[in-house]
T-cell receptor, first 116, second 114 residues
Framework: AQKVTQAQTEISVVEKEDVTLDCVYE???????LFWYKQPPSGELVFLIR??????QNEISGRYSWNFQKSTSSFNFTITASQVVDSAVYFC?????????????FGTGTLLAVQP | DTGVSQDPRHKITKRGQNVTFRCDPI?????LYWYRQTLGQGPEFLTY????????KSRLLSDRFSAERPKGSFSTLEIQRTEQGDSAMYLC????????????FGPGTRLLVL
């Protein structure tokens, strides 16, 4: 069965601190995709990154970086020098490749509060 | 390139009434998805269309729920005889089939059933 676990329900940091959001997934498929989305208070889910199971290279985009480790089934997200505008709920999601379904399986999200 | 749009953004209704939501996907996207999100939870899959064909429905989608995408463009989600448990955010997403497929979400319709 597919499952995504985000064990951190809420994280509070002070501006300019670094913060890492954890994501652990379960799947029996050898080919799959992992995603991170941001949901600000307005409610719209904003796509941040997609990673396929064959690509374990870490990625950096500005202040954001992602660490994908198949050995531990984890896909963690780090924000460097956090800002108040980073305050949102962050979701990790899994999609299995091919087959009849293309649905995303989401974790329960991590609420990040960045204090000024 | 305009994003996914949903209408209405908010809906308050009384228990037992029918409601209909609309989703307009990104124009070139052939796949469209509906999800439901309750407070403190991640979105949960409801159903998905490829062009006009409804290819999968979740067990969450009871007989009171029906979705259509008649011409492979916009989609509607109807809930008949609403119940208080239907109160949630209903999210629509669209994607273009392919190796780099990514679902892009609309702003959602927040439903409150009194």
């Amino acid at each position: 069965a597919q499952k995504v676990t985000q064990a951190q329900t809420e994280i509070s940091v002070v501006e300019k601190e670094d913060v890492t959001l954890d994501c652990v997934y379960e799947t029996r498929d050898t080919t799959y995709y992992l995603f991170w989305y941001k949901q600000p208070p307005s409610g719209e889910l904003v796509f941040l990154i997609r990673r396929n199971s064959f690509d374990e290279q870490n990625e950096i985009s500005g202040r954001y970086s992602w660490n994908f480790q198949k050995s531990t089934s984890s896909f963690n997200f780090t924000i460097t020098a956090s800002q108040v505008v980073d305050s949102a709920v962050y979701f990790c999601a899994l999609r299995e490749y091919g087959g009849a379904t293309n649905k995303l399986i989401f974790g329960t999200g991590t609420l990040l509060a960045v204090q000024p | 390139d305009t994003g996914v749009s949903q209408d209405p953004r908010h809906k308050i209704t009384k228990r037992g009434q029918n409601v209909t939501f609309r989703c307009d996907p990104i124009s070139e996207h052939n796949r469209l998805y509906w999800y439901r999100q309750t407070l403190g939870q991640g979105p949960e899959f409801l159903t998905y269309f490829q062009n006009e064909a409804q290819l999968e429905k979740s067990r969450l989608l009871s007989d009171r729920f029906s979705a259509e995408r008649p011409k492979g463009s916009f989609s509607t989600l109807e809930i008949q005889r609403t119940e208080q448990g239907d109160s949630a955010m209903y999210l629509c997403a669209s994607s273009l089939q392919g190796p780099t497929e990514t679902q892009y979400f609309g702003p959602g319709t927040r439903l409150l059933v009194l």
